[in-house]
Structures are given as structure tokens and as C-alpha cells.
């Protein structure tokens, strides 16, 4: 049962045009989504996160969007350049026995036509 | 600053074989620690958490173990490796308590049963 789900395992965009990485969730519960970057063979990076208390968040070319009516956030780059090729993971936090849990969505792989 | 190392880098190894992988953390102390498999085609999944010495939460059930017998160290094992035990395995930490925040994820372990 897949909380967190990517629907759109790839994306091609145009370098410099608006890329847009979309993300649903069931878990209402969730208050605290993050999204990541990952290239082949290393370690996803932070991006960029954002708490359910807003509906925006904007860092640099990086925006994150959350309509929680519609549990869905996507991020959105403007404008895409070829280095942002990698997989983007969303990921939604959960409270947990002394910590909190990290559910990932599948990934969407991104890339950026030069 | 804090860094997360991971190793072997890759492992082939025969199924029936054990396994242990180790993952440490500088630079922090009484960090959460987690361990994710990413199969090939899908997302992160959340294996096992700590969030202390002896610790250990497990996700899914299967034949891989943890283990955290130092702070800053974790350790993911198996008495036999099967086939389905293929897959990227990554590392990650976080600030312990009970605010927000990013998870910093290892460079990754690229296991392959034979």
C-alpha cells in the first residue's frame, strides 16, 4: 500500500523551460513533505521542504507546492537546466516511536534536454 | 561537519552467503539512523530506524537484520542472502528529537546476488 505515490516515472522538459514533478498522498496525518534528488550511484540529496501549515515554499529556482485538500504537492524548476537530470524522490515524514519515519514516493526521473 | 560514510561500495555475493554492511556517522551525536533498499524500478524502502544504541525498529519483514552497537554506528546483515536481496542499500541519519528535519543519506551499497 504505497502512501506516498510518483505517478510519472519520467519526465522530459526543455532546458530552460518549467520542469513539474507531481506527488499525491493518502495519509492525511502527514504535516511535513520533502523532496529529493538522486543521481545513479549516490546517495539522494535534500532539496527542498515544505510543512502542511503552508502551501508554498521557494528556494532559489526550486518551488514547492502543497494543496492539501487534494493531498498532492509538486515541485516545480524554473528554469530547468541539464544538470537537474536525476531522479526527484518526494518523500512525506510520519510520526514514530521516538522519531519520525520517512515515506518515499517511487521517483520520477527527470531529464533536461540541452 | 557531519559526514555519513557507507561501505563496501558494491558486493557480489552467492545466494546462501551472509551479509554485513556498515555505516558510520561523524561529526554528530545521538543521531537517527535508517537503512533503505532501493530495488531496481522502484523507490526508497524504509527497512529499518534507530533512534539509540540497541535500538532497532524493523518495516518489513524478511531475512535482513540491523543492528547499532556504537551511536554513530549501524549495521545491516543477513544470514542468507536470497536473490530478492538485490537492490541499492542506502544509509542515512537525521537529528534525533522531536522537530523536523532532513534526513542526509550515504553514498550508497550496490549489493548483487548471484
Known amino acids: 500500500d504505497q502512501q506516498v505515490k510518483q505517478n510519472s516515472p519520467s519526465l522530459s522538459v526543455q532546458e530552460g523551460r518549467i520542469s513539474i514533478l507531481n506527488c499525491d498522498y493518502t495519509?492525511?496525518?502527514?504535516?511535513?513533505f520533502l523532496w529529493y534528488k538522486k543521481y545513479p550511484a549516490e546517495g539522494p540529496t535534500f532539496l527542498i521542504s515544505?510543512?502542511?501549515?503552508?502551501d508554498k515554499n521557494e528556494d532559489g529556482r526550486f518551488t514547492v507546492f502543497l494543496n492539501k485538500s487534494a493531498k498532492h504537492l509538486s515541485l516545480h524548476i524554473v528554469p530547468s537546466q541539464p544538470g537537474d537530470s536525476a531522479v526527484y524522490f518526494c518523500?512525506?515524514?510520519?510520526?514514530?516511536?521516538?522519531?519520525?519515519?520517512?515515506?518515499f514516493g517511487t521517483g520520477t526521473r527527470l531529464k533536461v534536454l540541452a | 561537519s557531519q559526514t555519513i560514510h557507507q561501505w563496501p561500495a558494491t558486493l557480489v555475493q552467492p545466494v546462501g552467503s551472509p551479509l554485513s554492511l556498515e555505516c558510520t556517522v561523524e561529526g554528530t551525536s545521538n543521531p537517527n539512523l535508517y537503512w533503505y533498499r532501493q530495488a531496481a524500478g522502484r523507490g526508497l524502502q524504509l527497512l529499518f530506524y534507530?533512534?539509540?544504541?540497541?535500538?532497532i525498529s524493523s518495516e518489513v519483514p524478511q531475512n535482513l537484520s540491523a543492528s547499532r552497537p556504537q551511536d554513530r554506528q549501524f549495521i545491516l546483515s543477513s544470514k542468507k542472502l536470497l536473490l530478492s536481496d538485490s537492490g541499492f542499500y542506502l544509509c542515512?541519519?537525521?537529528?534525533?528529537?522531536?522537530?523536523?528535519?532532513?534526513?542526509?543519506f550515504g553514498p550508497g551499497t550496490r549489493l548483487t546476488v548471484l
Open positions: 518523500a512525506a515524514i510520519e510520526e514514530a516511536s521516538g522519531t519520525y519515519k520517512y515515506i
Open positions: 515544505i510543512s502542511s501549515i503552508k
Open positions: 542515512a541519519w537525521n537529528r534525533g528529537g522531536r522537530s523536523y528535519n532532513e534526513q542526509f
Open positions: 534507530s533512534v539509540g544504541i540497541g535500538q
Open positions: 495519509n492525511s496525518m502527514f504535516d511535513y
